[in-house]
T-cell receptor, first 115, second 113 residues
Framework: GAGVSQTPSNKVTEKGKYVELRCDPI?????LYWYRQSLGQGPEFLIY????????DSGLPNDRFFAVRPEGSVSTLKIQRTERGDSAVYLC?????????????FGPGTRLTVL | AQSVSQHNHHVILSEAASLELGCNYS??????LFWYVQYPGQHLQLLLK??????LVKGIKGFEAEFIKSKFSFNLRKPSVQWSDTAEYFC???????????FGSGTQLTVLP
């Protein structure tokens, strides 16, 4: 597709459940980023990948959060034992190559609601 | 850790008014600076960016921003806003060696027709 896509667009789950959020980056983009945006706040960095490896996961809030990108394209953000505080919009972005000059192209986000 | 402050949470203007949105960051070294915009129902998109050189940067749709290093500021301006500029605007920075963006909390701009 032309842009970054994310599925599902909305996810409602119950406290304690496991969820997976998917990101399809722009074809050919080697860098992929995950951010989380809570209501009334700007996006906050979670993790980024260069190719298949996580180059920086310092933004992951705790060990319930994990992300993979096994083939260097699609990425999945996994959240175990969800908590109400995990409710937010999860944004994915990709860029052509990792570097501070590269524009990050954002997807539409997945709105996660934990009841 | 670096932080970004956007002091105006919500700005309301009439069409043709001039716009200036403030952005200040707290990082002493080299930074790269960005403004992103999110139109209603759309995803974040880049308005403009500054890496080096001329501190006055021009972006899309008539927007510009000025980097003032001594004030740690990167304010966004537009001489004459339109109703279609109604959106949320985010300032973001990356310190020279970092890759991830650090965003401000955003400014909601409402332009009245």
């Amino acid at each position: 597709g032309a842009g970054v896509s994310q599925t599902p667009s909305n996810k409602v789950t119950e406290k304690g459940k496991y969820v997976e959020l998917r990101c399809d980056p722009i074809s050919g983009h080697t860098a992929l980023y995950w951010y989380r945006q809570s209501l009334g706040q700007g996006p906050e960095f979670l993790i980024y990948f260069q190719g298949t490896g996580a180059a920086d996961d310092s933004g992951l809030p705790n060990d319930r959060f994990f992300a993979v990108r096994p083939e260097g394209s699609v990425s999945t953000l996994k959240i175990q034992r969800t908590e109400r505080g995990d409710s937010a919009v999860y944004l994915c972005a990709s860029s052509l190559q990792i570097g501070n000059g590269d524009e990050q192209f954002f997807g539409p986000g997945t709105r996660l609601t934990v009841l | 850790a670096q932080s970004v402050s956007q002091h105006n949470h919500h700005v309301i203007l009439s069409e043709a008014a001039s716009l200036e949105l403030g952005c200040n960051y707290s990082y002493g070294g080299t930074v790269n600076l960005f403004w992103y915009v999110q139109y209603p129902g759309q995803h974040l998109q880049l308005l403009l960016k500054y890496f080096s050189g001329d501190p006055l940067v021009k972006g899309i749709k008539g927007f510009e921003a000025e980097f003032i290093k001594s004030k740690f500021s990167f304010n966004l301006r537009k001489p004459s806003v339109q109703w279609s500029d109604t959106a949320e605007y985010f300032c973001a920075v990356t310190p020279g060696s970092a890759r991830q963006l650090t965003f401000g909390s955003g400014t909601q701009l409402t332009v009245l027709p």
